[in-house]
T-cell receptor, first 112, second 115 residues
Framework: KQEVTQIPAALSVPEGENLVLNCSFT??????LQWFRQDPGKGLTSLLL?????REQTSGRLNASLDKSSGRSTLYIAASQPGDSATYLC???????????FGKGTMLLVSP | KAGVTQTPRYLIKTRGQQVTLSCSPI?????VSWYQQTPGQGLQFLFE???????NKGNFPGRFSGRQFSNSRSEMNVSTLELGDSALYLC??????????????FGSGTQLSVL
């Protein structure tokens, strides 16, 4: 059974800092790993999807990496802004399913 | 292209009642899955429907059920509501290809409060 853990649970940084969010998973038979953003009381916005055959994906100031052998993924946010404040969730999709196993998220606060 | 639509946005019920939530997926998507989000447990998978058939099910009691219609719209039903059912219920739609590029798109959710 896949288990996903995110560290840290909360992070507070000043505007402009580069930061890294960590995600670990127990089952390496992972089809893909997805990173989402959630604003309070809202749904999930997809940020990046990394396929099992890929090592990283980039979108703007965001870069996500995947290391299946170690069971880890990281989300790197460059030059953080107050608008980046949200909860970031990582989720793994295992082979043969269209469903995700989620971590509990990292709550990020970027102060002006 | 319209996104995933969930209705209603907010719902208040009392213990013992039942509730039905609705989800309209992105046009062309055939898979709809449901998740429950609570502060303590985070996001947990309820079930997935593909072409009107339940294809996968999470570890929830039988009070939680769902169905999918021929137009891919899905409904989720919770009977005999308990206080612990208070949560944000999220619906996700996808192509249902089960490939490694399978991407899920989420709706804004239905916030259910059980009093």
């Amino acid at each position: 059974k896949q288990e996903v853990t995110q560290i840290p649970a909360a992070l507070s940084v000043p505007e402009g800092e580069n930061l890294v969010l960590n995600c670990s998973f127990t089952d390496s038979a992972i089809y893909n790993l997805q990173w989402f953003r959630q604003d309070p009381g809202k749904g999930l916005t997809s940020l990046l999807l990394i396929q099992s055959s890929q090592r990283e994906q980039t979108s703007g100031r965001l870069n996500a990496s995947l290391d299946k052998s170690s069971g880890r993924s990281t989300l790197y946010i460059a030059a953080s802004q107050p608008g980046d404040s949200a909860t970031y969730l990582c989720a793994g999709m295992n082979s043969g399913y269209s469903t995700l196993t989620f971590g509990k998220g990292t709550m990020l606060l970027v102060s002006p | 292209k319209a996104g995933v639509t969930q209705t209603p946005r907010y719902l208040i019920k009392t213990r013992g009642q039942q509730v039905t939530l609705s989800c309209s997926p992105i046009s062309g998507h055939r898979s709809v899955s449901w998740y429950q989000q609570t502060p303590g447990q985070g996001l947990q998978f309820l079930f997935e429907y593909f072409s009107e058939t339940q294809r996968n099910k999470g570890n929830f009691p039988g009070r939680f059920s769902g169905r999918q219609f021929s137009n891919s719209r899905s409904e989720m039903n919770v009977s005999t509501l308990e206080l612990g059912d208070s949560a944000l219920y999220l619906c996700a739609s996808s192509l249902g290809s089960r490939g490694n590029n399978e991407k899920l798109f989420f709706g804004s959710g239905t916030q259910l409060s059980v009093l």
